[in-house]
């Protein structure tokens, strides 16, 4: 199985809300990362996990809060958005962070803040 | 800043045609990695060349890469309409945890 799930696949939240993105994998990979993709943009690097343990932040602001309560799970908590976070989030997972692994990406969670 | 910077921007050609991509990049890499992305999807990995490689076949796909001009290509021969995607290169940064730095772009059209 090499697939990486993220659901909701949309989301419309305003601006008070909190809400939560969730991605899965049952690859046995210990790296997970979150991108976050604007319209015909590349995708950025939000955050990385390797190993359960936060790795890699991109200085991504605090309203954005990652969680990865073990190896297959990948939590993206929202709270407090602006309309500029409007956006596609793409989750990913590779075998480990080495820089040579193939990431597998999900198939993203289109998200509107109202 | 970006490490991939990919020309053209935008492609179109004709079903059967051949589609060549490029990308450019700043500094020494390890390795150079190509996705392709369906409209509004995930990203697919597609092929990793190695920094000590020049040359790699994946069925219909051929990648080059030059390092002495920091450049790398992507070539799809006899395209098929379902080829219609965004291609980015993409390049780890060692010295930033291995994340992958992905280029702009180029958006790929084939009309059937």
């Known amino acids: 199985d090499t697939e990486v799930t993220q659901t909701p696949k949309h989301l419309v939240m305003g601006m008070t809300n909190k809400k939560s993105l969730k991605c899965e994998q049952h690859?046995?990979?210990?790296?997970m990362y979150w991108y976050k993709q604007k319209a015909k943009k590349p995708p950025e690097l939000m955050f990385v996990?390797?190993?359960?343990?936060?790795?890699i932040n991109e200085s991504v602001p605090s309203r954005f809060s990652p969680e990865c309560p073990n190896s297959s799970l990948l939590n993206l908590h929202l709270h407090a958005l602006q309309p500029e976070d409007s956006a596609l989030y793409l989750c990913?997972?590779?075998?480990?962070?080495?820089?040579?692994?193939?990431?597998?990406f999900g198939p993203g969670t289109r998200l509107t803040v109202l | 800043s970006q490490q991939g910077e990919e020309d053209p921007q935008a492609l179109s050609i004709q079903e059967g045609e051949n589609a060549t991509m490029n990308c450019s990049y700043k500094t020494s890499i390890n390795n150079l990695q190509w996705y392709r992305q369906n409209s509004g999807r995930g990203l697919v990995h597609l092929i990793l060349i190695r920094s000590n490689e020049r040359e790699k076949h994946s069925g219909r796909l051929r990648v080059t890469l030059d390092t002495s001009k920091k450049s790398s290509s992507l070539l799809i021969t006899a395209s098929r309409a379902a080829d219609t995607a965004s291609y980015f290169c993409?390049?780890?940064?060692?010295?930033?945890?291995?994340?992958?730095?992905f280029g702009a772009g180029t958006i790929l059209r084939v009309k059937s």
């Open positions: 690859m046995g990979h210990r790296a």
């Open positions: 996990y390797s190993y359960e343990k936060l790795s």
């Open positions: 990913a997972s590779s075998q480990v962070l080495t820089g040579t692994d193939t990431q597998y």
């Open positions: 993409a390049t780890p940064k060692e010295e930033y945890g291995n994340k992958l730095v």
